[in-house]
């Protein structure tokens, strides 16, 4: 968990530096501490394509995907 943590930091901190991106979070689980809810923010779909192609994403997703148990991407969008 400590590994998986610190190599999100800086894809987290390249994130907020991306146009388009508003808001990221992450939260271990109560019920389970090996469960992460990641949950991020963007001001449209064309920002988070791009940020699905960004060097820092890449980089995190080849340092920790061995490490996860299940990846599930939920969009949700904006109620107005």
């Known amino acids: 968990m400590n590994k998986f943590l610190a ?3 800086p894809d987290a901190a390249a994130l907020m530096q ?3 991106a508003r808001e990221f979070d ?3 689980t109560q ?4 469960h992460i809810f990641i949950f991020e ?3 449209n779909v064309d920002a988070y394509n791009a940020h699905q192609k960004s060097a820092a ?3 995190f997703i080849g340092l ?3 490490m996860y148990k299940a990846y599930n991407i939920r969009p ?3 109620c107005r």
Request: aromatic share 12%; glycine share 8%; hydrophobic share 30%.
């Open 41 to 43: 923010v963007y001001g």
């Open 76 to 78: 949700f969008h904006r």
């Open 26 to 28: 992450s939260t271990v």
């Open 7 to 9: 190599d999100l930091q």
């Open 18 to 20: 991306e146009s388009g």
């Open 57 to 59: 994403y890449l980089k």
């Open 31 to 34: 019920k389970d501490p090996n």
């Open 64 to 66: 920790t995907m061995m």
